[in-house]
């Protein structure tokens, strides 16, 4: 597949928002690049200036380039935060199963490449704000949205 990443208006992107009512404002937007059968995926993300996206784990190994605005970044461990970054333009992490965090877009937003590697199918827990399981994302439930959004395109 070829995507041009920083022509946002060529993908098919999904919003992302919280229904309940949470103590910060979710807003981001999601289109996902690739998935293979071996577990390798490659979406791409993109946050509303200040907003967040869901508090969760990812149950993966995880890689991130930051491709436009800031990433606001805090991890937490035993429900409390226990380190912050801002992430610019170029930034490069990798992480490990296991990381508990929240993301926010900086004040113009943000553009975020990922790669995940989840030979299993588990990507991710979202967790209430008080650490408890709220879902489960798997890559079977991100196939389904891609061919969601690939009849979209094709509409």
């Not at 992430?87 to 937003?109: C, N, S, W």
């Not at 489960?136 to 009849?151: G, H, S, V, Y």
Request: net charge negative; aromatic share 10%.
């Amino acid at each position: 597949m070829k995507h041009n990443l920083l022509d946002r208006e060529s993908l098919v992107w999904v919003h992302y928002q919280e229904e309940e009512d949470f103590p910060y404002p979710v807003s981001y937007w999601g289109t996902i690049l690739d998935i293979d059968d071996s577990g390798h995926l490659s979406v791409l993300y993109r946050w509303d200036p200040h907003s967040y996206c869901h508090f969760h784990r990812h149950l993966c190994a995880t890689t991130s380039v930051v491709l436009a605005g800031e990433l606001h970044v805090s991890t937490f461990e035993h429900g409390e935060s226990t380190h912050s970054t801002v992430r610019h333009v170029g930034h490069y992490a990798k992480m490990p199963p296991g990381d508990i965090h929240m993301e926010q877009g900086g004040a113009e937003g943000a553009l975020v490449l990922f790669e995940l590697y989840a030979p299993n199918g588990q990507l991710t827990d979202q967790l209430h704000p008080d650490g408890s399981i709220k879902r489960t994302l798997t890559i079977d439930d991100l196939r389904k949205m891609m061919a969601r959004q690939q009849r979209s395109a094709a509409a």
